[in-house]
Antibody, heavy 122, light 113 residues
Framework: QVQLVQSGAEVKEPGASVKVSCEAS????????INWVRQATGQGLEWMGS????????DYAQRFQGRVTMTRDTSISTVYMELSSLRSEDTAVYYC???????????????WGQGTTVTVSS | DIVMTQSPLSLPVTPGESASISCRST???????????LDWYLQKPGKSPQLLIY???NRASGVPDRFSGSGSGTDFTLKISRVEAGDVGIYYC??????????FGQGTKLEIE
């Protein structure tokens, strides 16, 4: 079945970096953009950025520019989100989500990973 | 960026009754192709968000017809008919007009009375 499986929980110290993976299966990996969305504890959803797995091009939310890097490895159908210079406010659950298009028509973010908890604490 | 505002933020509902959530955007989400780029997502307790509605009124695969989306431009509504216990969670609207500049509403928490 179509699914996105994310890497496990991480605990990092302030100032460190974290790299979260999102492995796709059940569909043609290169055909769908992947978005990253985060959710701080008790807070709402925040879009962080997107990557096109075919071309590798990315777009990042302005507030994360310079701190976030999204990459992909097509050989293993996996995208990565790396966030650097971590601070306590980055403690959150990070989700990857597939953006679906059908014959040029937008169809929403239809598949989500299970989420990865990142805790930033000294 | 487009700002999305939902109301109410908390919505207690009696099972079997209907519920409506409003979502407003600071810019029109109506594209020149005639589509409104507005999605609705539900995040059940302890779970990942799931897509309910895309392009304002199109139900995602597997979503019951008790869920319906309407509206155009800057004002949108999600209606849930015959609310069930399994509908509890937080509902989010999201604008998709600005591709790769997506923004979500604050979320509306639906609870069963």
């Amino acid at each position: 079945q179509v699914q996105l499986v994310q890497s496990g929980a991480e605990v990092k110290e302030p100032g460190a970096s974290v790299k979260v993976s999102c492995e796709a299966s059940g569909y043609t990996f290169r055909s769908y953009d992947i978005n990253w969305v985060r959710q701080a504890t008790g807070q709402g959803l925040e879009w962080m950025g997107s990557i096109n797995p075919y071309r590798g091009d990315t777009d990042y939310a302005q507030r994360f520019q310079g701190r976030v890097t999204m990459t992909r490895d097509t050989s293993i159908s996996t995208v990565y989100m790396e966030l650097s210079s971590l601070r306590s406010e980055d403690t959150a659950v990070y989700y990857c989500a597939r953006e679906s298009w059908n014959n040029g028509r937008y169809c929403g973010m239809d598949v989500w990973g299970q989420g990865t908890t990142v805790t930033v604490s000294s | 960026d487009i700002v999305m505002t939902q109301s109410p933020l908390s919505l207690p509902v009696t099972p079997g009754e209907s519920a409506s959530i409003s979502c407003r955007s600071t810019q029109s989400l109506l594209h020149g192709n005639g589509n409104n780029y507005l999605d609705w997502y539900l995040q059940k307790p302890g779970k990942s968000p799931q897509l309910l509605i895309y392009l304002g009124s199109n139900r995602a695969s597997g979503v019951p017809d008790r869920f319906s989306g309407s509206g155009s431009g800057t004002d949108f509504t999600l209606k849930i008919s015959r609310v069930e216990a399994g509908d509890v969670g937080i509902y989010y609207c999201m604008q998709g007009l600005q591709t790769r500049r997506y923004t979500f509403g604050q979320g509306t928490k639906l609870e069963i009375e």
